[in-house]
């Protein structure tokens, strides 16, 4: 029985479906960006993980607005554990897609499908926040219990959409030729894709930050000194005719009303406006690079480095590393549910 020929097997590994190229020895460096990665992930999985745990053990965390936080919390869970480790894979096979059409399918569906509730989720964070400090009156509890599940069903709803819709046809997410694994480049749903969910959000983001922004100078502007300033007024009051006038003059006098410092409601509107400004700095930092290249590309049948490619990607996969870590930092009650949750584990 004669041996194979150690060449030929090589050449017919590379043909075709070019898998001789994905077998290289790794760089010190690539070995060094493939370990932040997966720290990237096991970070979010866990972080996400512990504020569900958290909402789910302490019972006052069992209302508005701490639903939308787990909303949010369970979107980017769903990144880190089911989106997030197929792609590290696919960066380890140099951003090519071995595992086959039909887990190429179920990755895409998740991935849009998590990130676009991910990113929907810091929308609806960042509307009741605004809803809260601008009409604290009318935005009674029942009423933000009601919106809040109004905007979490909708939220999964239209995630849903945009991802399983290349499922029924609109276009294409695999190549077997060429080992490509990617989101649907047809242009009328990169359109819709791009704008249904990034593009909508942070218009919708932008805006809500600029009214709370107003609203927060306006408060400012209106605790400066009230002051009270009557009339100058003489009031001359007689004894007797005989007697020498005795006249009495009430002056200038002046009223002042200051408040010393901020109230306490004053000061956690400022922590939500401070917090909801940060959430969503992070988010356009994060997703617009990506974002603005998966509208460009397909659109000019152009393209970028493939390694670009993948810096987007994963620039946008942080933000849901970033979202529990800054919402969770300006809430003080989260700290202390921490605290207890780890000290009952000891």
Known sequence: MTQPNVTDLSANISGGSELGNLYRPFSVFSVLTLTLLAMLVVATFLWNLLVLVTILRVRTFHRVPHNLVASMAISDVMVAGLVMPLSLVRELYGRRWILGRALCQVWISCDVLCCTASIWNVTAIALDRYW???RHLEYTLKTRKRISNVMIGLTWLLSSVISLSPLFGWGETYSEDSLACQVSQEPSYTVFSTFGAFYLPLCVVLFVYWKIYKAAKFRIGSRKTNTITPMAEVIE????????????TVR????????????????KERRAALMVGILIGVFVLCWIPFFLAELIIPLCSCDIPPVWKSVFLWLGYSN???????????????NNAFRNLFSRQR
């Open 132 to 134: 809260s400090i601008t």
């Open 237 to 248: 009051v007689k004894e007797a005719e005989r007697q020498p006038q005795m006249a009495f």
């Open 252 to 267: 200038h006098a002046t009223v002042s009303f200051q408040t010393d410092g901020e109230t306490w409601r004053e000061q």
């Open 320 to 334: 849901s590393f970033f979202n529990p870590l800054i919402y969770t930092a300006f809430n003080k009650n989260y």
